[in-house]
């Protein structure tokens, strides 16, 4: 590989390669439907298709196909041939303007609630010209939506651009009253950082937890963890180094910006930051991410696991969703200056995610709820499951200062010296850097660190933006009425804080103090995926989404059962595999050791008599009691998980699901883990935690 600046993009239908293959009438009415979000007259399609296929075909692209997200998370490609017979035998290479708009994969296939018996399974995906065309695999992709024929959202994108129209048309309505009336368009912009584990494929294939589940069901712990933090920013090893730099490639060729890698705080674990962009982009980005990851990790020998939580114990990983709005003009809506205090606009748009993250704390816990991410929250390295805010002193400061009618002397800021001269000083971060908060002001922006690593970024941003625009609405509603715009934003600013500082907290979030702090405040703490998803279907919800048209009622009830429909499918998953581990090579595996003790015993007293065998007696009574246990245990979860088949209500399946089953599988796991620690290597079936996050 040159020059990066040769190749970035390279595979990206990107604006540079529109601005020289259309016509200069067709080129610019693009780019106003992307700037400004408008639709694309369908007449141009025919010479956006014709250009699109004589690139693509140029970077070796045979086929093409509708890009999407439907409700399971990762991408859909159902792939066509750009061949059409033609004359005497022959072909010709054909993509029609018709073929680039719309395609109709059969609905029937993703996950689409109770809408497949309503609308039989007929959906139809529609264009996105706000995101870039690429080729990848030889295939050009083409990002799209996905709806039923009915127009109902059937997957995670439709929703997301809708909400980002939702939040432009109220943040229009502010930087207007704020005189900036050459504003055409405020976007919002994502940076995702993405963690993920890398391990070698060998042992990977070793474990049917891995396999089928993505993260491991047993393990006992290993004898070093991550408590030295030496991982973390330590030295790359050259083996994952060679995966990052292809990474990276593969991701600059279809223009994602992946800007820094480095080591977390797990063994074996890392993370990937791009450069952050348009809210849509950013989701499609990532999806390549992952999809990325997880293709040149195996090229490497390794596996790339995305799970929320694949070793008990040890770091999960997350996706830490940083998000801000921007107006067309480049002006960043939450960039504070230099005197945040003299910032209205920036007050005002602060306050906004306040009051917004406090009413809507059950919207941004059900947007990350997952059987994974159940794992993660709250495990002591992770957000817990309470959604708070972190602003940092100073601002908070500023803010009760605005509440209390009273002046804030700006910026005490701090110099922080490094103790050696050479050092130039650097300005301490007023915002500090609070790891602990769920939704923590970084700097420009906010960064929400509940977001599992394995989830796409699109309902996350959903819910970020439908709220702050329903925030915005009211806000926008009491600005042009007023007859002072400064002031009345002070106003405002003033009865948020009264009425919903409550959501800030400064403080350590995974503290037990915080848990019964966050109770006295009234705050939520939706423990699991069961217990958050049904507020979904809240009528507080409902009239949200509704009331900015980002999804009707028949959408709301389709994401919840899905979601749930979801986790009792992994529970299922997860449940039957272990049953096979402990049934097919743990039992088996411990037997094979109590033989061994059962010949080492009767070895010993054949070369010494009378010598105390009691060690060995003793593992053996004990290793034979595990046994039994196991034995038991597995039969009463073969028959939980037969009673949960025959539960048809959706929540109380999960919730059996999360009482019953998950509960046994802690139980069988506690006994194995607890041999795990005294069987011999050569007789345990699987390679321990120590080789899986250790030996790379
Ligand atoms: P840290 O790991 O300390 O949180 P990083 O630099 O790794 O910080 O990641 C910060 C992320 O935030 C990057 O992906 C960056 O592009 C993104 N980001 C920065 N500014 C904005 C913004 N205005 N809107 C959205 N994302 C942003
Ligand atoms: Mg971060």
Wanted: hydrophobic share 40%; proline share 4%; charged share 25%.
């Amino acid at each position: 590989m040159g020059n990066v600046s040769e190749f970035f993009g390279i595979n990206v239908f990107n604006d540079s390669v529109m601005q020289r293959m259309l016509p200069n009438d067709t080129y610019q009415s693009i780019k106003n439907a992307i700037s400004q979000g408008t639709s694309i007259d369908s007449s141009i399609a025919d010479t956006v298709a014709l250009a699109m296929k004589n690139w693509a075909i140029s970077k070796g692209a045979t086929h093409f196909t509708h890009w999407f997200q439907p409700m399971t998370g990762i991408t859909a490609e159902k792939h066509d041939s750009f061949i059409s017979p033609a004359e005497n035998g022959s072909v010709i290479m054909e993509f029609s303007g018709k073929e680039l708009i719309k395609g109709e994969p059969d609905a029937s296939s993703f996950p689409s609630g109770g809408l497949r018996a309503t609308f039989e399974a007929r959906g139809y995906t529609a264009w996105d010209p706000s995101s870039y065309a690429f080729v990848k695999d030889g295939t050009l992709c083409i990002p799209t939506a996905f709806c039923s024929y009915g127009g109902e959202a059937l997957d995670q994108k439709t929703p997301m651009l809708r909400s980002m129209e939702a939040l432009n048309r109220q943040a229009l309505r502010i930087v207007h009253c704020f005189g900036m009336t050459d504003v055409k368009r405020v976007n919002t912009t994502v940076g995702p950082e993405q963690e993920y584990f890398l391990i070698d494929k060998e042992f990977y294939e070793k474990r049917p937890d891995l396999i089928f589940c993505d993260r491991t069901l047993i393990g006992a712990k290993p004898p070093k963890g991550q408590e030295m933090s030496h991982h973390y920013f330590g030295v790359i090893k050259p083996r994952v180094a060679a995966f990052m730099k292809e990474l990276d490639e593969e991701l600059w060729k279809l223009g994602v910006l992946a800007k820094t890698e480095h080591n977390e705080a797990a063994p074996a674990q890392h993370e990937l930051a791009p450069i952050f962009t348009t809210t849509n982009i950013a989701a499609d980005h990532n999806q390549l991410t992952m999809e990325m990851m997880k293709k040149v990790a195996d090229r490497h020998g390794l596996v790339c696991l995305l799970h929320e939580k694949p070793f008990a114990g040890v770091n999960g990983s997350g996706k830490h969703n940083n998000w801000s709005m921007s107006t067309d003009t480049g002006v960043n809506l939450l960039k504070q200056g230099k005197n945040p205090s003299d910032n209205p606009l920036f007050l005002l748009s602060l306050a906004a995610l306040i009051e917004a993250v406090d009413k809507h704390q059950d919207l941004l816990r059900i947007s990350i709820a997952s059987a994974g991410n159940d794992h993660r929250l709250g495990a002591a390295e992770a957000p817990p499951a309470i959604v708070s805010m972190f602003l940092g002193e100073e601002l908070t400061e500023i803010l009760t200062a605005v509440e209390n009618g009273t002046h804030h002397d700006d910026l005490k800021r701090v110099k922080m010296s490094m103790g050696a001269d050479i050092i130039p000083y650097i300005r301490k971060d007023n915002t500090d850097r609070n790891r602990t908060s769920p939704f923590a002001f970084t700097g420009n922006k906010f960064e929400f660190r509940m977001l599992g690593s394995s989830a796409s970024v699109s309902d996350t941003n959903t819910m970020i933006n439908t709220m702050v625009a329903d925030v915005l609405m009211g806000y926008a509603d009491r600005l042009e009425k007023a007859e002072d715009c400064i002031a009345e934003a002070h106003n405002i600013i003033r009865d948020t804080m009264k009425a919903h500082k409550r959501i800030i907290f400064n403080g350590d979030g995974y503290s037990e103090e915080w848990q019964k702090e966050a109770e006295r405040r009234g705050l939520l703490n939706l423990r699991s995926t069961v217990d958050a998803v049904p507020h979904f279907k809240d009528n507080k919800n409902i009239e949200l989404f509704e009331r900015h048209g980002v999804l009707n009622r028949t959408e709301i009830n389709i994401r919840a059962d899905i979601t749930l429909e979801n986790y009792s499918q992994i529970l299922n998953i997860e449940a039957q595999t272990l049953i096979g581990m402990v049934q097919r090579d743990i039992i088996p595996g411990i037997g094979k050791h109590i033989e061994y003790l059962c010949r080492l015993a009767e070895g010993k007293k054949k070369v010494c008599e009378g010598i105390d065998i009691t060690t060995e007696t003793d593992m053996i009574k004990r290793l034979s009691n595990d046994t039994a246990n196991l034995v038991k245990l597995n039969q009463k979860l073969r028959q939980a998980v037969k009673s949960a088949e025959n539960i048809s209500d959706l929540e109380e399946k999960a919730r059996f699901y999360h009482d019953e089953i998950l509960s046994l599988m802690e139980d069988i796991r506690s006994i194995t883990d607890a041999a795990e620690e005294v069987v011999a290597t050569e007789h345990w079936p699987y390679p321990h935690y120590s080789e899986l996050l250790f030996k790379i």
